[in-house]
């Protein structure tokens, strides 16, 4: 059985798009744990937030890390604030290798600016000052990952190939060869 990969970092880095195509390409299941948080509660991340507040969402988040951990050959994006409660990552990096995506703060912005209704911590006309803050807020919760991949001005496929490098080089997954679409 093969360790899960983790992938973490603030939203708008990648988390999604390289963890649907690493998990293609290491033939595992890929879990968007925000989406995952919607189909267990029938309400989605937006809601959650409104109707029951933060502390809710980051209590089901903790359950299903705790979930996630006990399963393998799993790609996992994490929410941008899953590293908030240290445990969820002490949990997931149980049986899986923690990557972090980072981004330019400017792309960051433009890429959720265009989801801005359904990132429940991203207001109308928000800057890039405060963007900065709130990743200076967080930049200590995602130093703890031993791998950091840069997705500014880089395609999906590099971004893949460097973490599927990661994972051979590290011996930390069985990686299987497999032909690219």
């Known amino acids: 059985m093969g360790k899960n990969v983790i992938l973490i970092g603030f939203m708008g ?22 989406r995952e948080i919607e189909r267990l509660t029938g309400m989605s991340v937006a809601d959650i937030f409104r109707r029951c507040g933060e502390t809710r969402f ?8 705790r979930k996630l951990a006990g399963r393998s050959n799993l790609v996992i994006a994490t929410g941008g604030g899953t590293v908030l409660q240290p445990e969820n990552i002490d949990v997931l990096e149980e049986n899986g290798v923690v990557i972090c995506l980072e981004a330019a703060p400017e792309d960051i912005l433009q890429r959720v600016s265009r989801k801005k209704g359904t990132r ?28 950091h991949i840069y997705t500014s001005g880089r395609g999906l496929e590099a971004v893949v190939q460097e973490i599927m490098d990661i994972l051979r080089d590290e011996n930390i997954v069985p990686v299987r060869p497999v032909a690219t679409d």
């Open 13 to 34: 880095t990648g988390k999604s798009s390289v963890g649907i195509r690493m998990a293609q390409r290491l033939h595992y299941q890929f879990v968007d744990m925000d």
């Open 58 to 65: 980051r209590s089901e988040e903790k359950l299903l890390a």
């Open 120 to 147: 429940p911590l991203i207001k109308k006309g928000l800057e890039l000052h405060e963007l900065e803050e709130m990743l200076g807020q967080r930049a200590g919760y995602y130093q703890r990952a031993p791998y």
